[in-house]
């Protein structure tokens, strides 16, 4: 029997005889996994006045009640983590250890969410009447509208569904058509939690159908959005005055200065780049190294490179897997075309594996001579591919760091933590990693894009995310009404 992903209003499959389904395919073996029933505009507005009825109710629950329950859900994930990771796996298409790696990483911040909003204090601010008392108190939104990608199926909803939750919210989840299967398994663990029905909703669906009619409903409080900067461009204009979290894309650099430990470097730029076959916003796309190390470390990386063993997820000794769809194979195409075509030179890789089951196993890729001019340069290419740049002085590292519209994640390696530093300061990146690669990530710290570039607007990661997806209150009161 076919697996279904089914529309999921107040913790119930919502049957309706309109709806046309799409396959939830493998990436690895194009198996059909799945078929995923598509919302409407209809199922977008059950579902939104689905979590408008609950919305008062969990706005009025006491926060250690919100907290357990977040942590409740947490702890399911755990307990069904075997599961979640190969359903992760073969949907997304990563190797198994990353999706047991990622879902680990999601109990995580299920657990971290609950005790942050465990421990939430208000403020009491001065008063300039000594008959009054100021106290600021963070109240939810309301209805928050979610649209999560399917580069990290497991984590990235979970950022938003669990600080939104732990924040009072109810929540319309519009999960990727290419992941669905993940978003069910989280759905069910929420529902199976005791969160009251219509506190998460799921209306699988396509972003220009299903995701639009949800960003733009007038009853939609807030947008929570991850993704690329034109689909996150195209949800500013349509939210228009609405509060927004948006974090969006990358094609982040790692400077690498010339004192570095070349050995130790490649090992850790290898990772950086080639996780999850390079379709991280934070991963390493752009190392800018110094002219006097560049070809020691190029050869260093083009020999891990040749090391990985490209496969399906579910094979144990897979350790890159194939991309996830066709147009993201597409746009690395172009990537590396263009580039070729400029004067960069590919040192392995570069193309599509030939002889494996569907077209978009893409081999781990080295690439130098990457100039300003290139797509690879002012572009997220989002896959497994690592691009060299050399620079001469410190001036010209941080020119070509910031010489894009993006600025999410930098990295700068150096022995000289004094010089590095002065190069961290000077780029424009909404995280910088001095000592360590771009993608390095802590996911209680505050994450997101620089003012001015096209990665996003306000801060994923522990208490930021919780404070962005609730507003502030503040309330005077009579002096006498508080000790």
């Known amino acids: 029997m076919t697996r279904e992903v089914p529309v999921m209003i107040n913790g119930k499959p919502s049957a309706r005889a309109d709806r046309t389904t799409i396959p939830v395919r493998s990436p690895s073996t194009g198996e059909r996994l799945a078929m995923m029933v598509c919302g409407t505009s209809g199922d977008v507005d059950h579902a939104v006045d689905a979590a408008g009825r609950v919305a008062p109710e969990l706005a009025s629950m006491t926060v250690r009640a919100r907290a357990d329950l977040v942590r409740r859900v947490g702890d399911l994930v755990a307990e069904r983590a ?234 144990p000794e897979t350790t890159i897997g194939p991309v996830n769809n066709e147009p993201t194979a597409a746009k690395i195409d172009r990537h590396l075309a263009d580039a070729i075509a400029n004067g960069a030179r590919v040192t392995i890789g570069g193309r599509r594996a030939s002889g494996r089951p569907t077209e978009l196993y893409y081999e781990p890729t080295v690439l130098t001579g990457l100039t300003p001019d290139m797509l690879a340069f002012s572009e997220e290419t989002f896959g497994p591919v690592a691009a060299l740049t050399a620079f001469d002085s410190d001036d010209e590292a941080v020119e070509l760091v910031n010489a894009h519209g993006l600025g999410l994640v930098t990295g700068v390696l150096g022995q000289d933590a004094g010089r590095a530093l002065a190069i961290g300061r000077r780029v424009s990146a909404g995280v910088v990693n001095v000592g360590d690669v771009a993608t390095a990530w802590q996911p209680h710290t505050p994450f997101g894009g620089y003012s001015g570039r096209a990665s996003g607007v306000g801060r994923l990661g522990g208490r930021y995310t919780i404070e962005a997806l609730s507003q502030v209150q503040t309330f005077v009161l009579p002096a006498h009404m508080m000790p």
């Open 82 to 315: 075997g599961v979640i990771a190969r359903d992760l796996a073969a949907e997304q298409g990563k190797p198994l250890l990353e999706a047991e790696a990622e879902v680990a990483t999601a109990v995580t911040m299920w657990h971290e969410a609950a005790e942050i909003a465990r421990h939430a204090t208000e403020e009491i601010l001065p008063s300039d009447d000594p008959a009054r008392r100021v106290v600021v108190v963070r109240r939810p939104h309301g209805v928050l509208a979610v649209v999560t990608p399917w580069n990290f199926p497991a984590t990235i909803p979970t950022e938003y569904l669990s600080a939104g939750l732990a924040a009072g919210n109810a929540i319309v989840w519009k999960p990727s058509e290419l992941t669905p299967m993940t978003a069910l398994h989280l759905y069910d663990c929420i529902v199976d939690a005791g969160w009251p029905p219509g506190s998460v909703n799921l209306v699988p669906g396509l972003g220009h159908d299903t995701g639009a009619a949800l960003i733009s409903h007038g009853r939609v409080c807030a947008i929570g959005f991850t993704g690329s900067p034109q689909t996150g461009d195209a949800i500013a204009r349509a939210a228009g005055a609405k509060p927004m979290l948006l974090e969006l894309g990358g094609n982040n650099a790692t400077v690498v200065l010339d004192d570095v430990d070349v050995a130790v470097v490649a090992e850790r730029l290898h990772a950086a780049a080639f996780a999850n076959a390079g379709q991280i916003c934070s991963s390493t796309e752009r190392i800018i190294v110094h002219r006097r190390i560049h070809d020691e470390l190029l050869d260093a990386l083009t020999e891990h490179a040749a090391s990985l063993r490209l496969g399906a997820s579910l094979d």
